[in-house]
């Protein structure tokens, strides 16, 4: 008799904004699927305002509600990123409640965004292994250029700010394949900034996964694992969420 194959307890931790959440929750349902158990992570609204799951699953996902910390410029009860400057800020009081999670609930990975580059040396000393899941496409992240493990994480962000905004606005000298693709300038000053400081430490992680296809992108996955020394990177497919059941039930699920 063929033995079970393992289930594994899986935490995941998307940025606020709602085109984050529902990826990373499409994620989690197709784990979930397979067996798997989940911890979904955010703020109390935004797990009020989470589609409903399929009964079938909704065992194995299990929302987590972490508070978010007061901030002084963020409007009150304010949790999702739609028209939030300070809302990173404020995520990031948030570090405390995740060590306590991973502390006492010790998942077997955790699976998390860009915005948390204070969680690694948490996952670490927990022995929890780290998946930074990129909802950005595969060009993106290629155009942020190499990193190497061998950065001290407190340098990264000397070493990112030291980018010229310009640089982004051209194609990559290591791109070795033909392109015009390149950010444009309000999208360069967006990169060379605190999200460009918290993509390059999140993409230092053991494993990239990327919201992408390789029948799309192929070159660029590829381009990928050689800039991030990733002997794989994770094409986890588009995600696109389930349709609701036309059936008048207002509480249908998703």
């Given at each position: 008799?063929?033995?079970?194959?393992?289930?594994?307890?899986?935490?995941?931790?998307p940025?606020?904004?709602?085109?984050?959440?529902?990826?990373y929750?499409?994620?989690?349902?197709?784990?979930?699927?397979?067996?798997?158990?989940?911890?979904f992570?955010?703020?109390?609204?935004?797990?009020?305002?989470?589609?409903?799951?399929?009964?079938?699953?909704?065992?194995?996902?299990?929302?987590?509600?972490?508070?978010?910390p007061?901030?002084?410029?963020?409007?009150?009860?304010?949790?999702?990123?739609?028209?939030?400057?300070?809302?990173?800020?404020?995520?990031?009081?948030?570090?405390?409640?995740?060590a306590?999670?991973?502390?006492?609930?010790?998942?077997?990975?955790?699976?998390?965004?860009?915005?948390?580059?204070?969680?690694?040396?948490?996952?670490?000393?927990?022995?929890?292994?780290?998946?930074f899941?990129?909802?950005?496409?595969?060009?993106?992240?290629?155009?942020?250029?190499?990193?190497?493990?061998?950065?001290?994480?407190?340098?990264?962000?000397?070493?990112?700010?030291?980018?010229?905004?310009?640089?982004?606005?051209?194609?990559?000298?290591?791109?070795?394949?033909?392109?015009?693709?390149?950010?444009?300038?309000?999208?360069?000053?967006?990169?060379?900034?605190?999200?460009?400081?918290?993509?390059?430490t999140?993409?230092?992680?053991?494993?990239l996964a990327?919201?992408?296809?390789?029948?799309?992108?192929?070159?660029?996955l590829?381009?990928?694992?050689?800039?991030?020394?990733?002997?794989?990177v994770?094409?986890?497919?588009?995600?696109?969420?389930?349709?609701?059941?036309?059936?008048?039930?207002?509480?249908?699920?998703?």
């Amino acid at each position: 008799m063929a033995d079970e194959p393992k289930k594994f307890h899986i935490a995941m931790f998307p940025w606020l904004a709602f085109g984050h959440i529902i990826p990373y929750m499409e994620l989690s349902k197709l784990i979930a699927k397979k067996g798997h158990q989940i911890s979904f992570l955010s703020t109390p609204r935004n797990v009020k305002r989470l589609p409903k799951i399929h009964p079938n699953i909704s065992p194995s996902i299990n929302l987590v509600s972490l508070s978010l910390p007061h901030e002084d410029k963020l409007p009150p009860n304010a949790e999702a990123n739609s028209a939030v400057p300070y809302l990173k800020k404020a995520f990031d009081g948030l570090q405390e409640a995740v060590a306590l999670f991973l502390e006492t609930s010790t998942p077997y990975w955790i699976i998390h965004d860009f915005t948390p580059y204070w969680l690694a040396p948490i996952a670490a000393k927990h022995s929890i292994p780290r998946v930074f899941f990129s909802i950005y496409g595969a060009w993106t992240l290629s155009v942020i250029g190499p990193s190497s493990s061998s950065i001290p994480m407190d340098m990264i962000d000397r070493v990112y700010s030291s980018i010229e905004t310009e640089q982004l606005t051209v194609p990559p000298k290591w791109v070795h394949f033909p392109t015009n693709v390149a950010f444009r300038l309000h999208e360069a000053k967006k990169m060379v900034n605190d999200s460009g400081f918290r993509i390059m430490t999140a993409v230092v992680d053991e494993v990239l996964a990327v919201r992408t296809c390789m029948e799309i992108v192929p070159d660029c996955l590829l381009l990928l694992g050689e800039l991030h020394q990733k002997p794989v990177v994770v094409p986890v497919g588009l995600l696109p969420p389930e349709l609701r059941e036309d059936d008048n039930d207002e509480d249908a699920w998703q």
